[in-house]
C-alpha cells in the first residue's frame, strides 16, 4: 500500500467518523428533548395525584363502599 493509498483510506475513515458523530449528537439532543418533555408530563400526572382539599387519606387507607 503507497502512502497516498493509506491517506486516502485514512481520510475516508475520518469522513465516516465525523458523520458518525455527528448522527450521534443529533440523537442525544433528541433524546435530551424527549427526556425533558417526560419530565415535564411527569410533573403534571404527578400535581394531578396530590389529594386535594383538607383530606388525609389516601386512596389505600380509605375504606371500601360497603361498610
Not at 428533548?33 to 394531578?48: G, Q, T
Request: glycine share 2%; no cysteine; aromatic share 2%.
Amino acid at each position: 500500500m503507497t502512502e497516498s493509498e493509506r491517506l486516502t483510506r485514512l481520510e475516508e475513515r475520518y469522513a465516516h467518523l465525523q458523520k458518525h458523530v455527528a448522527a450521534q449528537d443529533k440523537a442525544m439532543l433528541e433524546l435530551t428533548d424527549e427526556v425533558a418533555r417526560l419530565r415535564k408530563e411527569l410533573a403534571v400526572v404527578r400535581a394531578h395525584q396530590q389529594p386535594s382539599g383538607g383530606s388525609s387519606e389516601t386512596a389505600d387507607d380509605e375504606r371500601p363502599p360497603h361498610y
